[in-house]
């Protein structure tokens, strides 16, 4: 399985947006809870939005009312949707999916549910 992230335009000024995404790809039988991380430089990483299989989103309170996270399940892809940013967003931004996996051994099937991280992409918002 491959889990990929892109950012769509990474430094921006304050009142901007951008829009990040991540593409999992290869032997997928579902894919569970999706969440985006953040980690600022000299901070820990910490969560910034949550969107389940069931339809349910959270987010942080820093970022309520300007971040949303969405999700496509038919190309397996999730979104966060970064609007009206601050200097205090900037950070590495990180997608983790919830993936069960499915391998064939001849006639027998296994499954397995493991945590995919992408590799973190820059978001900077400065004037």
């Known amino acids: 399985l491959r889990f990929s992230c892109r950012l769509w335009g990474g430094l921006v000024q304050p009142g901007g947006s951008l829009r990040v995404s991540c593409v999992a790809s290869g032997s997928i039988f579902s894919i569970h809870d999706m969440a985006w991380h953040s980690q600022a430089p000299g901070k820990e990483r910490e969560l910034v939005a949550l969107?389940?299989?069931?339809?349910?989103?959270d987010y942080a309170d820093s970022v309520k009312g300007r971040f949303t996270i969405s999700r496509d399940n038919a190309r397996n892809t999730p979104y966060l949707q970064m609007n009206n940013l601050k200097p205090e967003d900037t950070a590495i931004y990180y997608c983790k999916a919830e993936i069960t996996t499915s391998q064939s051994l001849g006639a027998v099937t296994g499954y397995r549910t493991d945590d995919y991280w992408g590799r973190g992409t820059q978001v900077t918002v400065s004037s």
């Open positions: 969107t389940t299989s069931a339809g349910r989103a």
